[in-house]
């Protein structure tokens, strides 16, 4: 008896590397320099990197996690809740923004969370209930495993 074979080859392109950029964290109380990979939001970098930052929802949703982009460009578009206005503004959401360029970032982390709000509550903006089809559990949680530093 024959065998047939009917295994079909598929080719498989290699995702483009990640790229890294220097990160830029301004606060009142002092200033840090961190890496951030290109396919990593910048809320888990900075974790990596030592440095303490409010978070909750960690879907960009909650605001706690809030600061401005001072100088470079990210890509915010996993944000649930993202406004061009916010960009505009220069606010950015650290849970969902990853990084495109080398960057600066500006946070006071009892002062951004709420000037985000009032500029979102100023253009009628303020999102009071998850956005249909989201469930209220969901954590994005990481994109890849923190490898742990020598």
Known sequence: MGMED???S???KPAAPAEIFTVRLERPDGSWTFEASSDEYLLYAMIDAGIQTPFICEQGWCLACAAKLVSGKVDDSAALTRYPEDAEAGFLLLCSA???????LYQDIHETRREMTQH???RNQLARAYPPGQRAGFRRGRRRLATPKP
């Open 10 to 12: 598929i080719e498989v």
């Open 120 to 122: 979102r509550i100023g």
């Open 98 to 104: 990853r990084p495109l360029a080398d960057l600066v």
């Open 6 to 8: 009917f295994t079909a």
